[in-house]
């Protein structure tokens, strides 16, 4: 059974730290991109950042670049999301997904996997 489960999510004040990790398990997502997205309560889930199958390539939505920082260790099936400087807006909770194809990836409909989310509270 393949699960992709996240971690790391909680309770902090605007302007700290948190750091997010999804860790695969069932199968190896080494040949694929991934993906972190967030879903506001009463708001459709957006993109945040993907990474290419090597961590070679990023890219983030307009809203957290400089702020979020993705990354990948394949050797521990896990990809991460560094979060600074948080901000009340970024009040969501986040999903890890493992995208169908090794390039970088924006949209909900190029992942087949999905983590259950963990839940990010960023108090002013």
């Known amino acids: 059974q393949v699960q992709l489960v996240e971690s790391g999510g909680g309770l902090v004040q605007a302007g700290d730290s948190l750091r997010l990790a999804c860790a695969a398990s069932?199968?190896?997502?080494?040949?694929?991109?991934k993906g972190w997205f967030r879903q506001a309560p009463g708001k459709e889930r957006e993109f945040v950042a993907t990474i290419n199958w090597n961590g070679g390539s990023t890219y983030y939505a307009d809203s957290v670049k400089g702020r979020f920082t993705i990354s990948r260790d394949n050797a521990k099936n896990t990809v991460y999301l560094q979060m600074n400087s948080l901000k009340p807006e970024d009040t969501a909770v986040y999903y890890c997904a493992a995208a169908r194809t090794s390039s970088l990836s924006l949209r909900v409909y190029e992942y087949d996997y999905w983590g259950q989310g963990t839940q990010v509270t960023v108090s002013s």
């Open positions: 069932g199968r190896t997502f080494s040949s694929n991109a």
